[in-house]
């Protein structure tokens, strides 16, 4: 994950590993994968957002744990990219919060 965070900081995109049905609550676990590469990102002027999860759209640093190993979905890239997605989810009838 370091290096694809890396390498999206370098040259721009963005990083998906968004929840499925497989695994609801996204695999990233949030505490050592999630905040701090969303910390990095924001630093960097880009967008962390957990995408749709637990019924609304919203920013990885603002989850709260609630085990040692909870986990979450993770879209982080550029604000451009990352726009790009929120208007997705906007023509979907969704309400992404102002990134």
Same mark, same amino acid.
């Given at each position: 994950?370091?290096?694809?965070?890396?390498?999206?900081?370098?040259?721009?995109?963005?990083?998906?590993?968004?929840?499925?049905?497989?695994?609801?609550? +996204? $695999?990233?676990?949030? #505490?050592?994968?999630?905040?701090?590469? =969303?910390?990095?990102?924001?630093?960097? &002027? %880009?967008?962390?957002?957990?995408?749709?999860?637990?019924?609304?759209? +919203? $920013?990885?640093?603002? #989850?709260?744990?609630?085990?040692?190993? =909870?986990?979450?979905?993770?879209?982080? &890239? %550029?604000?451009?990219?990352?726009?790009?997605?929120?208007?997705?989810?906007?023509?979907?009838?969704?309400?992404?919060?102002?990134?």
């Amino acid at each position: 994950m370091v290096a694809d965070i890396h390498r999206t900081i370098l040259y721009g995109g963005i990083y998906l590993y968004p929840a499925d049905n497989k695994s609801p609550k +996204g $695999k990233l676990r949030l #505490l050592y994968e999630g905040i701090p590469m =969303a910390m990095i990102i924001e630093q960097a &002027g %880009g967008i962390a957002s957990t995408g749709l999860f637990q019924g609304k759209i +919203g $920013k990885v640093s603002e #989850l709260v744990p609630d085990e040692i190993h =909870a986990k979450c979905p993770i879209i982080m &890239g %550029g604000k451009r990219d990352v726009q790009v997605l929120m208007d997705e989810y906007t023509a979907a009838g969704l309400t992404p919060p102002a990134l």
